[in-house]
């Protein structure tokens, strides 16, 4: 009797457990199809409780949705936007770390499963954006693929850490593993790079430097003295502090007349970056170099030491500068905005004989700000001069002061009834009329356009366009 109810109970039992998967699967199964039929979902909170439905249906879900990806162009849409939505859906800030992990180990089933190296792709790609260390053992097969490998090696690059280090020394070297190996970096990367520079093929030389520049360090630097200057240079802006002795006489090197325009350039900027005040006999040096770029990058290396003491040495050097070069400077005191520099940025470069440093010095004066910067700009339209007198009035009318009354400064006699008159008398009709017979004024009627702009634009306030109401 005994023996007959322990049977029948049995046979419940395992019945009971069939209806129970049987009615999980059909909860799978459902819950997959609902997805299917709403994605792309129309909010955010419908996409939210599809993908918490997926999410639940666990490794079944997914392992279903994948037999709906194939690479003959039959695949369901729906199915790849499931299984993306399911990956940016747990990537979110905040995600469990734990959720991650599960889902990269549902979605390294499916590589397991598929057979179609598409979609094996596909499936891979989600794993590096998953993350997970986890799914490192089960990418490191798919290295030494030959339709896989550059893929499977970009996702374990992608998780990184010392284990993925650890496998892409031990992979084949091609393209990925080379950078790989330099974007994660490591004292046994540094050395089999250092080989490869030495004795690798020279078809992946280049890439081997700019790895070796990412990720070497001061004992790389016999070997990557060697390299392209470009990489070279993105080493020691890595490493230079390190020993700041080496590094400076390197950069010294290539700072020299006969090097490439833009390797002086980065080799000065990374001087000076280096060793600060300290170098300023260099900037000195280069403001009489011929190359433009190299003076400015002199100049605007200074920026990180900038002081009274660098200003004055460099404006003691002014007067036996080229035009170009005085050009260069004065615009570099302009942008440091210093009111106390417009004596030295006026005179006597306001009035230089050359144009190009004349008017490198009126934009350093509209630059910086100050009562005294209009006034002196128009000072300028005393000039005989018309190219000098369109100079001052285009910084005029850019200028931030009251232009009209430093314009009267320069005229007194025009105070009084006829202030803004010249303003006026000029808009009204710029090429005919004149202020007064014999007055200074007069200049102000002549043919030049930026004159005639001037009486245009600018009304009895000083400030542009107020002699216009608003349209």
């Known amino acids: 009797m005994k023996k007959t109810i322990s049977i029948i109970l049995l046979i419940l039992l395992g019945t009971l457990s069939s209806l129970h998967a049987q009615d999980a699967q059909r909860a799978a199964s459902t819950k997959v199809g609902d997805a299917l039929n709403q994605l792309p979902a129309a909010n955010e909170a419908l996409f939210s409780r599809l993908m918490e439905d997926l999410l639940s249906t666990g490794e079944e879900g997914v392992l279903m949705l994948a037999q709906n990806l194939r690479s003959d162009g039959t695949s369901l849409p729906q199915a790849e936007y499931a299984l993306d939505g399911m990956v940016q859906y747990v990537t979110r800030p905040g995600v469990d770390e734990g959720v991650r992990t599960q889902v990269a180990h549902h979605y390294a089933k499916a590589l ?67 950078t790989g190996l330099g974007r994660l970096g490591s004292p046994l990367a540094e050395k ?26 001061m004992a790389a630097f016999d070997v990557m003295a060697n390299a392209p200057a470009y990489d070279f240079l993105h080493y020691l802006e890595r490493v230079a502090t390190a020993d700041p002795q080496k590094a400076t006489r390197a950069l010294r090197s290539l700072i020299k007349p006969g090097n490439d325009s833009q390797v002086r350039c980065f080799a000065l900027s990374l001087l000076l970056d280096l060793q600060q005040e300290k170098e300023m006999r260099s900037v000195l040096r280069a403001l009489n170099d011929a190359d433009r770029s190299y003076r400015r990058t002199a100049l605007e290396g200074t920026r990180s030491f900038l002081s009274p003491v660098v200003n004055s040495a460099v404006m003691k050097k002014m007067k036996r500068l080229s035009a170009p070069a005085l050009a260069d400077v004065l615009d570099w005191l302009g942008t440091q905005r210093n009111p106390a520099l417009i004596p030295y940025i006026a005179d006597p470069w306001l009035a230089h004989e050359d144009l190009e440093v004349a008017s490198a010095s009126a934009r350093a004066i509209l630059n910086t700000p100050g009562e005294h910067s209009s006034q002196i700009l128009a000072g300028m339209l005393t000039s005989p001069d018309s190219l000098r007198t369109d100079l001052a009035l285009e ?34 009709n710029p090429g005919k009329r004149t202020v007064g017979a014999g007055s200074p004024g007069e200049s102000f009627s002549g043919s030049s356009p930026g004159r005639r702009t001037c009486f245009k634009r600018c009304g009895p306030s000083g400030k542009p366009g107020n002699v216009f109401p608003p349209a």
Not at 146 to 164: F, K, S, V, W, Y
């Open 395 to 428: 910084c005029l009318l850019a200028s931030e002061g009251d232009v009209v009354q430093s314009v009267l400064n320069v005229y007194p006699h025009l105070n009084g009834r006829e202030n803004g008159g010249i303003i006026a008398a000029g808009s009204t």
């Open 192 to 217: 089999l790079l250092m080989s490869l520079a030495q004795t690798g093929n020279e078809g992946q030389l280049p890439l081997v430097w700019q790895s070796l520049s990412r990720c070497g360090t």
């Open 112 to 178: 397991e499963k598929t057979e179609d190296p598409l979609i094996k792709a596909f499936f891979i790609r989600q794993l590096q954006l998953l993350g997970s260390p986890e799914s490192l053992n089960n990418l490191a097969p798919y290295m030494f693929s030959e339709d896989l490998g550059g893929t499977a090696i970009r996702a374990i690059t992608a998780i990184g850490g010392p284990a993925a280090v650890d496998l892409l020394l031990s992979a084949p070297l091609r393209a990925e593993t080379i």
